[in-house]
């Protein structure tokens, strides 16, 4: 079939699709993926074949799963995981509870000085987090968590709740004042209509700040590597660098492999969560 | 498979549109004949009913005065409609009813109670708004469920009281849809329902029909007349289109600039505007306003219109020289050739039933329904008369009506 003289066809036009589409795509995907590929090849090459100056270094020959076995059996690997997971989850769900009252509150409640409150919630989000560590190990401290997963737990928000609830607060303002003033009339109380109305309405909202209230948590560095310690206290990002890397010894296939492994339960989540995620990341209640 | 969900629903709510073919006939049908046919009602338990009042109601946005002293008494099981231009307050006033705005001075009685402090719940009302306010995350059961079941009302009540309302309103096969499956017409039948159910002590509507097409409009203004008529339910109704405001109300309350200018009967208010603000308003096409000025002669007062025609007036106090304006409406000239105002076409409008003719008459643009099947060119000239006893006059300083008595009139 020869190209077609009418209008529109240019655009349909193979050879246009691939300069325009598919070539910038594809340089996308391996700039994106690449980084995956590495970690998956290293894991699997034995330490052999890792380290031979010669032969292809984007392939492996004889792949072998002894970086995994040493990580789960020989190394607290296991424990780490454990560990990043209870963090992650329970400071997830304390951030998300605390953002949605404060955000409800800000948005909808019409009390004085709301608006200021609005504008120091995103500040003290602007505060990096290599600047509060000090004060905030000093606390943990006297509060007897230090070196314990509570530290963590208990500091993670500090920097999760300010984000959730500046999302939460846009997302709640695409919610129709409407649909509150119906409800009141239909004789809910403030939180009847926070439950009933606003909550399932903002379920996108509400899974995406719990995305990134977990991805962050979940790869959350600095705390974790200054107010822990003990081995069986710590985060994969942290047990990992700390503890497979001996001195100048880097133990190149159980570090990938601990990397892999740790950025797994992420993945799985943005993967399902995926189109809940990008409605609330654009906003906007339909209708 | 989320991805397949949203799509299979647009393609359903494309079908219904499609199955609507058409649409208001199909529906009228259905519940139009239905108010008629329970005769007990539905509404079990004859229920008290109460009288809205209004006395001397105050808003004020910070500085900003919205709201400059309203009184408005509505009667048990009246319609009342509010009508006025946009941005007089309507909106304000109703959501002050409901208890969503809080009165800056003033008193508001339901019933014999006053519910300045009330919160909306307690005030047993039901409000329908613009844009519908259905629940979107909700089936239509439970958007009219939403608020027995916050009332705790047994099961077998709610499932009861619903299915009737949706009887009555011809949503029984929706029940279980969501509201972005629905059309409009059928979004606001809804919104109507979950009002119903309640059976309140009174009703509250802003601008229910705004967001419905021309045709559906005109349906749905008989439709909720009808359930009116059958539950007798306290009803105060906003709307800016004084078409709805004629053609619904016991009694209607014309606003402007925070204030009511005049309440009454529909027809009182059309016969007997009390300023040129309601006489304007009230009736399509308007009322047209003509600068005039009063002569007192040996013979008794006339009005003169131009510098020529003058119109005998009666019992009319004002000096000698007063501005005047002088309202006539529209059907109720009489084109001649001989004697009258001389006045220029503008354009002509023949609608079949009668024809409207645009004309300028002293420099002001007057409109003239006749009857008659007129052929004017123009830039033509004809002779406009207004028929004797059927004109208003007006100060024209202070816009209001000045009480005449036309010898003529008989
Ligand atoms: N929150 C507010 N703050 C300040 N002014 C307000 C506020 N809400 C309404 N107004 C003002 O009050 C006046 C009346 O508003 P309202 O909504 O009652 O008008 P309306 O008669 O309902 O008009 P429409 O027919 O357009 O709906 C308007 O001039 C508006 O600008
Ligand atoms: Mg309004």
Same mark, same amino acid.
């Given at each position: 079939?020869?190209?077609?003289?009418?209008g529109?066809?240019?655009?349909q036009?193979?050879?246009r699709?691939v300069?325009?589409?598919?070539?910038p795509?594809a340089?996308f995907?391996?700039?994106?993926l690449?980084?995956?590929?590495w970690?998956v090849?290293?894991?699997?090459?034995?330490?052999a %074949?890792?380290?031979?100056?010669?032969?292809n270094?984007f392939?492996?020959?004889a792949p072998?799963l002894?970086h995994?076995?040493?990580l789960l059996?020989?190394?607290a690997?296991p /424990?780490w995981?454990?560990?990043t997971l209870?963090?992650?989850? !329970?400071s997830?769900?304390?951030s998300?509870?605390a953002?949605v009252?404060?955000?409800?509150a800000?948005?909808?409640?019409?009390? /004085?000085g709301?608006r200021t409150?609005g504008?120091c919630v995103?500040?003290?989000y602007l505060v990096?987090?290599s600047?509060l560590?000090?004060?905030?190990a000093?606390?943990?401290?006297?509060l007897g968590?230090f070196d314990? /997963?509570?530290?963590?737990?208990?500091t993670?928000?500090t920097?999760?709740?300010?984000f959730?609830?500046?999302?939460?607060?846009?997302?709640?303002?695409? !919610?129709p004042? %409407?649909?509150e003033?119906?409800?009141?009339?239909d004789?809910?109380?403030?939180?009847?209509?926070?439950v009933?109305?606003i909550l399932p309405?903002?379920v996108?909202?509400?899974?995406?700040?719990?995305i990134?209230?977990f991805t962050?948590?979940w790869n959350?560095?600095l705390?974790a590597?200054?107010?822990?310690s003990?081995?069986e206290n710590?985060t994969?990002?942290?047990?990992?660098?700390?503890e497979?890397?001996?001195g100048?010894?880097? +133990?190149?296939?159980?570090?990938?492999a601990?990397?892999?492994?740790?950025?797994l339960p992420?993945?799985?989540?943005?993967?399902?969560f995926?189109? +809940?995620?990008?409605?609330?990341?654009?906003?906007a209640v339909? %209708? | 498979?989320?991805?397949?969900?949203p799509?299979?629903?647009?393609?359903r709510?494309?079908?219904?549109r499609?199955?609507r073919? *058409?649409?208001? $006939?199909? @529906?009228s049908?259905?519940?139009?004949?239905t108010?008629?046919?329970g005769? *007990?009602?539905?509404?079990g338990?004859?229920?008290?009913m109460?009288?809205?009042?209004l006395?001397?109601?105050?808003?004020q946005?910070g500085?900003?005065?919205?709201?400059h002293?309203?009184d408005?008494?509505?009667r048990d099981?009246?319609?009342?409609?509010?009508?006025?231009?946009s941005?007089?307050?309507?909106?304000t006033l109703?959501r002050m009813i409901?208890?969503?705005?809080?009165i800056s001075?003033? &008193?508001?009685?339901?019933?014999?109670?006053?519910?300045?402090?009330?919160?909306?719940?307690?005030?047993?009302?039901?409000?329908?708004?613009?844009n519908?306010?259905?629940?979107?995350?909700?089936?239509?059961?439970?958007n009219m469920a939403f608020?027995?079941?916050?009332? =705790?009302?047994?099961?077998e009540?709610?499932?009861?009281?619903?299915?009737?309302?949706?009887?009555?309103l #011809?949503?029984?096969?929706?029940?279980q849809?969501?509201p972005?499956q629905?059309s409009? =017409?059928?979004r606001q039948?809804v @919104?109507? #329902?979950?009002?119903i159910?309640?059976?309140p002590?009174v009703?509250?509507?802003?601008?229910?029909?705004?967001?419905l097409d021309?045709r559906l409009?005109v349906?749905m203004r008989?439709?909720?007349?009808?359930?009116?008529?059958?539950?007798?339910?306290?009803s105060v109704?906003v709307?800016h289109?004084?078409?709805e405001?004629?053609t619904?109300?016991?009694?209607?309350?014309?606003m402007?600039?925070?204030r009511?200018?005049?309440?009454?009967?529909?027809?009182?208010?059309?016969?007997?505007?009390?300023n040129?603000?309601?006489a304007?308003?009230i009736g399509?096409?308007?009322?047209?306003?003509?600068?005039?000025?009063?002569?007192?002669?040996?013979d008794?007062?006339e009005?003169?219109?131009?510098?020529a025609?003058?119109?005998p007036l &009666?019992?009319?106090?004002?000096?000698?020289?007063s501005?005047?304006t002088?309202?006539?409406?529209?059907?109720h000239?009489v084109?001649g050739? $001989?004697?009258?105002?001389p006045?220029?076409?503008?354009g002509?409008?023949?609608?079949?039933a009668?024809?409207?003719?645009?004309c300028r008459v002293? #420099?002001?643009p007057?409109t003239?329904?006749s009857?008659?099947?007129?052929?004017?060119?123009?830039?033509?000239?004809?002779?406009l008369?207004?028929?004797?006893?059927?004109?208003y006059?007006?100060?024209a300083?202070? =816009?209001?009506r000045i009480p005449?008595r036309?010898p003529?009139r008989g």
């Amino acid at each position: 079939m020869s190209a077609t003289d009418d209008g529109m066809s240019y655009l349909q036009s193979l050879p246009r699709r691939v300069v325009t589409l598919y070539v910038p795509l594809a340089v996308f995907l391996i700039v994106l993926l690449f980084p995956f590929y590495w970690m998956v090849i290293t894991s699997l090459k034995p330490d052999a %074949e890792l380290l031979a100056a010669d032969g292809n270094p984007f392939w492996v020959v004889a792949p072998t799963l002894a970086h995994f076995r040493k990580l789960l059996f020989d190394t607290a690997y296991p /424990r780490w995981m454990w560990n990043t997971l209870q963090v992650s989850v !329970i400071s997830t769900f304390l951030s998300l509870a605390a953002s949605v009252l404060a955000a409800y509150a800000i948005e909808r409640l019409r009390m /004085r000085g709301s608006r200021t409150l609005g504008i120091c919630v995103f500040l003290a989000y602007l505060v990096p987090p290599s600047i509060l560590f000090i004060p905030l190990a000093a606390i943990t401290f006297q509060l007897g968590i230090f070196d314990t /997963r509570f530290a963590l737990i208990v500091t993670y928000p500090t920097f999760l709740i300010p984000f959730c609830t500046w999302l939460l607060m846009g997302y709640f303002r695409s !919610i129709p004042f %409407e649909l509150e003033e119906c409800a009141l009339i239909d004789g809910a109380s403030r939180w009847q209509i926070l439950v009933k109305i606003i909550l399932p309405l903002a379920v996108p909202g509400l899974i995406s700040a719990g995305i990134f209230a977990f991805t962050l948590s979940w790869n959350e560095f600095l705390y974790a590597l200054t107010f822990i310690s003990a081995s069986e206290n710590k985060t994969v990002p942290v047990g990992v660098i700390t503890e497979l890397v001996e001195g100048d010894v880097y +133990h190149w296939g159980a570090l990938m492999a601990g990397a892999l492994m740790g950025s797994l339960p992420v993945a799985v989540l943005y993967a399902f969560f995926v189109e +809940h995620y990008v409605a609330g990341m654009t906003g906007a209640v339909k %209708e | 498979m989320a991805v397949s969900l949203p799509g299979a629903l647009l393609a359903r709510w494309c079908l219904v549109r499609l199955r609507r073919g *058409e649409p208001a $006939g199909g @529906a009228s049908n259905s519940s139009g004949s239905t108010p008629r046919a329970g005769p *007990e009602g539905g509404r079990g338990a004859r229920r008290s009913m109460a009288s809205v009042e209004l006395r001397q109601v105050r808003k004020q946005y910070g500085q900003t005065s919205v709201i400059h002293g309203v009184d408005v008494g509505v009667r048990d099981g009246e319609f009342a409609v509010l009508v006025g231009p946009s941005g007089c307050g309507k909106s304000t006033l109703l959501r002050m009813i409901a208890g969503l705005e809080e009165i800056s001075s003033g &008193e508001i009685l339901i019933g014999d109670r006053v519910v300045n402090r009330v919160p909306p719940k307690d005030r047993d009302i039901a409000m329908v708004f613009q844009n519908y306010a259905l629940y979107p995350h909700m089936s239509v059961f439970d958007n009219m469920a939403f608020s027995l079941r916050l009332a =705790g009302r047994p099961r077998e009540d709610i499932q009861r009281r619903v299915e009737e309302a949706a009887r009555v309103l #011809g949503l029984g096969e929706y029940l279980q849809r969501y509201p972005r499956q629905l059309s409009g =017409g059928q979004r606001q039948r809804v @919104a109507m #329902g979950r009002a119903i159910v309640r059976a309140p002590q009174v009703f509250l509507f802003d601008e229910p029909l705004s967001n419905l097409d021309a045709r559906l409009r005109v349906q749905m203004r008989t439709e909720i007349r009808e359930l009116h008529q059958r539950l007798r339910t306290t009803s105060v109704y906003v709307t800016h289109d004084q078409i709805e405001a004629m053609t619904m109300a016991d009694r209607i309350v014309v606003m402007n600039l925070g204030r009511v200018e005049q309440s009454g009967a529909p027809l009182e208010l059309y016969d007997e505007p009390a300023n040129v603000f309601v006489a304007g308003f009230i009736g399509s096409p308007a009322m047209n306003f003509l600068p005039a000025r009063l002569r007192r002669t040996p013979d008794g007062v006339e009005a003169v219109l131009g510098d020529a025609l003058g119109l005998p007036l &009666e019992g009319c106090e004002l000096p000698d020289g007063s501005a005047l304006t002088l309202g006539v409406r529209p059907e109720h000239f009489v084109i001649g050739s $001989g004697a009258g105002l001389p006045a220029q076409v503008l354009g002509v409008e023949p609608t079949g039933a009668d024809t409207q003719i645009f004309c300028r008459v002293c #420099g002001t643009p007057v409109t003239v329904i006749s009857r008659e099947r007129h052929r004017f060119e123009p830039g033509g000239m004809i002779r406009l008369t207004p028929l004797p006893g059927k004109t208003y006059l007006f100060d024209a300083a202070g =816009g209001q009506r000045i009480p005449t008595r036309d010898p003529r009139r008989g």
